[in-house]
């Protein structure tokens, strides 16, 4: 029965999610505009306020986070969101028509809660089950659902149209944002962001480093890996002057 209502309600939000991103395509951009990046004023104006509550507040947060807290804890922080975040890859893969990634996904959640006490130990990447990480953008994505125009989000990051719309999907649907106990659920998602910011702290450093105008490189770096991650052909690169002289001209994409 909770199986029925839960594919009742991600088949409900995708047809919300699908609507809501053709009409935002239909209205992003207007006379002017850069075709690249039709919003890039508010998405820089964004950026920087993004990057101000990072300076204040989260990263300090995440740097003292990473320093009292034993590696070894964080490790199983990670795994147990891990292990969540494979729950809902579980849907994604079927709505994309991945059996097997489905059941991939499927015997890492049954590995992990079992044997991995509620996932804190990552038992099935022992064990070699492939982990396939998937999020409602992708799902649309593989659907034919253009990307739209690229947007900053306040607090979020780096999105699209069409991946914002399947955040709120996500969102809808993530067993941590669904949790009952308020407390419960407060507590669980300061928890995952502090621990994903810190997991992020020697990215962000490099970042700072190599990019002169770390919009462009931050945008060019998202955009190219999520046409990688849904399959799609590499997004036309532009020129780039941001970056040294014989730096590379992106890093490799991070693994999902």
């Known amino acids: 029965m909770t199986s029925n209502n839960t ?13 809501a991103v053709t009409l935002l395509q239909g209205c992003a951009t207007g006379p002017g505009a850069n ?40 490790t199983g922080v990670t795994s147990f969101f891990g292990n969540i975040s494979d729950v809902w890859a579980i849907v994604n893969n079927l709505l994309q028509g991945k059996g097997e990634y489905a059941a991939d996904s499927l015997a890492r959640v049954t590995t ?3 044997w991995g006490l509620g996932g804190i130990f990552d038992v099935a990447t022992e064990l070699k089950i492939p ?4 999020d409602f953008g992708q799902t ?6 253009g990307s739209g125009p690229y947007l900053v989000l306040p607090l979020l990051g780096p999105s699209t149209v069409r991946d914002t719309a399947g955040l709120v999907v996500d969102s809808q649907l993530d067993l941590v944002t669904q949790a009952s106990n308020v407390r419960v659920r407060n507590s669980l998602t300061t928890l995952r962001v502090v621990n994903g910011r810190a997991n992020l702290l020697g990215a962000g450093d490099v970042l700072d480093q190599a990019a002169l105008d770390k919009y ?15 399959g799609n052909a590499p997004v036309e690169k532009e ?18």
């Open 7 to 19: 594919m009742k309600k991600s088949t409900g939000w995708a047809g919300a999610a699908v609507l």
């Open 35 to 74: 075709p690249t990046d039709p919003l890039e004023p508010f998405n820089r104006a964004m950026f920087g306020f993004n990057e101000g509550v990072d300076r204040a507040v989260l990263k300090p947060v995440a740097t003292v986070y990473r320093d009292v807290t034993p590696q070894p804890v964080r």
């Open 112 to 114: 992990n809660t079992l």
């Open 131 to 134: 982990k396939h990480s998937e």
């Open 140 to 145: 649309l994505g593989v659907w034919g659902v």
């Open 216 to 230: 462009s490189f931050t945008r060019e770096i998202y955009q190219q890996r999520r046409s990688s991650l849904i």
């Open 239 to 256: 020129e780039r002057f941001d970056l040294p002289e014989g730096a590379p001209a992106t890093p490799a994409p991070a693994a999902k």
